[in-house]
T-cell receptor
Framework: DGGITQSPKYLFRKEGQNVTLSCEQN?????MYWYRQDPGQGLRLIYY???????QKGDIAEGYSVSREKKESFPLTVTSAQKNPTAFYLC?????????????FGPGTRLTVL | GESVGLHLPTLSVQEGDNSIINCAYS??????FIWYKQESGKGPQFIID?????DKRQGQRVTVLLNKTVKHLSLQIAATQPGDSAVYFC????????????FGTGTRLKVLA
């Protein structure tokens, strides 16, 4: 089955701790994205990567970090510097970051900071 | 779902009726648009897309209409079914040939039996 997976589905973190959210795709897509979803708001872009070993900040990158060491994987770290990290995090991929393509979304990770 | 749209506009329709969900987009230069469906606690699923050189595009039970004059997009669902209950939102591609999308906040569709 081709697709995009995120783990874990639910994640709890104490204040002051860093936490890493996993995103894996086997669609052979070049581009991958991380979004944050909050109630009553549209998706907001955190980071994106158009190709392996390259990534750029999105609109709300502060307090987050990413890596793209492999084409299939784009983990997101939520650091203690993120002021309001409780949210639903969505990873997506598309065949290319340069063309107008549909973005395929993973099932999401719900992060709650206690 | 708990993560999506606690205060979203809601459209309630009877099973078997047609549904029309609307979206106003922001940028007159946007030239590619997507409708997504998001069920409770899940990631968004692609429904249908349309490019700005078209006014209408049809899929299976769904039709998207684009009115560039008033920057308006609509999604029509024919013969609405209980499985159509979800949040629907539109996305506009802000700059041709780029990754950058603006996503709408969404409309919750409730199908009444």
């Amino acid at each position: 089955d081709g697709g995009i997976t995120q783990s874990p589905k639910y994640l709890f973190r104490k204040e002051g701790q860093n936490v890493t959210l996993s995103c894996e795709q086997n669609l052979n897509h070049d581009a991958m994205y991380w979004y944050r979803q909050d109630p009553g708001q549209g998706l907001r872009l955190i980071y994106y990567s158009q190709i392996v070993n390259d990534f750029q900040k999105g609109d709300i990158a502060e307090g987050y970090s990413v890596s793209r060491e492999k084409k299939e994987s784009f983990p997101l770290t939520v650091t203690s510097a993120q002021k309001n990290p409780t949210a639903f995090y969505l990873c997506a991929s598309s065949p290319s970051g340069l063309a107008q393509n549909e973005q395929f979304f993973g099932p999401g990770t719900r992060l709650t900071v206690l | 779902g708990e993560s999506v749209g606690l205060h979203l506009p809601t459209l309630s329709v009877q099973e078997g009726d047609n549904s029309i969900i609307n979206c106003a987009y922001s940028n007159s230069a946007s030239d590619y648009f997507i409708w997504y469906k998001q069920e409770s606690g899940k990631g968004p699923q692609f429904i249908i897309d349309i490019r700005s050189n078209m006014d209408k595009r049809q899929g299976q039970r769904v039709t998207v209409l684009l009115n560039k004059t008033v920057k308006h997009l609509s999604l029509q669902i024919a013969a609405t079914q209980p499985g159509d209950s979800a949040v629907y939102f539109c996305a506009e591609n802000m700059a041709p040939g780029t990754y950058k999308y603006i996503f709408g906040t969404g409309t919750r569709l409730k199908v009444l039996a």
